[in-house]
């Protein structure tokens, strides 16, 4: 059962070896794991399939209430599968993965859980279970259980992290904005921001990663009318957050009246519509991941001249995580999603390390620790 893996094992040295893991996930070959191109749900049904795999062994003892503790406030960081000490990821398509790991630096002999007698298990012991699933037929293609010393000394360091902020917008905090006239929350533009916009303005012969222009920065009064328009009750296709980010951006800024190209919305940066100032977001959980730039702390955007963090404005597309259906929008400056929402206290980040698919293309059929 997957809640049996949620404690540590009884005594740090008592984890079984990357090796038995290994072994015991072997079964995993040729099993169905439907994809549903949304990154959290796929990521929770692999780590239930995995414990599920490992919790059929023999499990080392579980430790006892009040014998250990998480070191990280929150747990932020601490590995999921505790019992066996190891993190799941699922490995698809392309011609390299992007192992990303939040809140620890894998390489680190950073203490994550505290035993009473003084023991300790590691950021740098925590064992990585990499799972291919072919995206045709949503079979397990094979299975790689690699430490983080595996990991550097075969294909490098991992990266700098990179700090990620977060907004909370609770179920609660969802039903105002359903609840609000149009089914939007929507604030103006800070005054010095307002007097250099336009009502209306021919964006077709503008690029829309360009810097903001005098004379073509449309006020937030006509961005919420064509917004009111075009994006509540639009259906954006629930594939990986992503995905759906990108479509959103491509439904905006063509609704603004750009010339769009699949293209243009692979470019990314901050804001997303940049000739607008624009950020956009889909969300469809209580998390809004709010990257490199966070209205919570002001200061200047580069490539946007005159605006901060706080006077960037934000379109925030609610959506149904069943049908991908907009239902809500709340749009405002950034000054103003503190006042609507809650910032995450601590701020998140990701370690990155790229593997070649190559790799894993070596392994078919194949269950493997540290090949």
Not at 303 to 316: E, N, P
Request: with cysteine; net charge positive; hydrophobic share 40%.
């Amino acid at each position: 059962m997957e809640e049996d893996m949620y404690v540590p094992p009884e005594q740090a040295t008592a984890l079984t070896p990357a090796s038995e893991i290994a072994r015991r996930l072997k079964p995993l070959i040729g099993q169905q794991l439907r994809l549903t191109g949304k990154t959290r749900t796929d990521g929770a049904n692999l780590r239930k399939l995995v414990a599920a795999t490992l919790a059929s062994g023999n499990l080392p003892a579980a430790a006892k209430e009040g014998s250990w503790r998480c070191v990280p406030p929150k747990g932020k960081g601490v590995p999921s599968l505790l019992r066996e000490y190891v993190d799941t990821y699922i490995v698809t398509s392309g011609n390299s993965y992007n192992l990303q790991v939040w809140n620890r630096d894998p390489s680190s002999p950073s203490v994550q859980i505290e035993y009473t007698d003084g023991a300790t298990l590691l950021a740098n012991q925590v064992r990585f279970v990499l799972v291919r699933v072919d995206t045709t037929s949503h079979r397990v293609r094979c299975v790689a259980v690699l430490s983080p010393d595996y990991i550097v000394n075969r294909f490098g360091k991992f990266g700098k992290p990179t700090v990620k902020q977060q907004l909370i917008i609770t179920p609660t905090a969802r039903q105002r904005v359903y609840e609000a006239p149009g089914s939007m929350v929507f604030l103006p533009d800070d005054p010095r921001v307002a007097k250099r916009t336009v009502a209306r303005v021919d964006l077709s012969g503008c690029n829309f990663h360009g810097e903001p222009e005098a004379g073509r920065l449309l006020s937030m009064e006509a961005i919420k009318a064509i917004v009111a328009s075009r994006v509540i009750g639009a259906v954006l296709e629930p594939k990986a957050t992503k995905t759906r980010g990108q479509a959103l951006e491509q439904l905006v800024a063509s609704a603004l009246g750009y010339k769009v190209s699949d293209k243009d919305v692979m470019i990314g940066g901050y804001p997303d519509i940049r000739h607008q100032a624009l950020e956009v977001k889909v969300q469809d959980a209580p998390t809004v991941d709010l990257g490199r730039y966070s209205p919570q702390f002001e200061e200047e955007v580069a490539g946007c001249a005159g605006f901060t963090s706080k006077s960037v404005r934000y379109l925030i597309a609610l959506t149904d995580a069943t049908t991908g259906k907009c239902r809500g929008v709340v749009l405002c400056p950034g000054a103003h999603l503190g006042d609507q929402f809650t910032y995450v206290a601590d701020e998140s980040f990701k370690c990155q390390r790229s593997i070649p698919m190559a790799f894993f293309e070596q392994m078919e059929g194949m269950s493997v620790a540290n090949p």
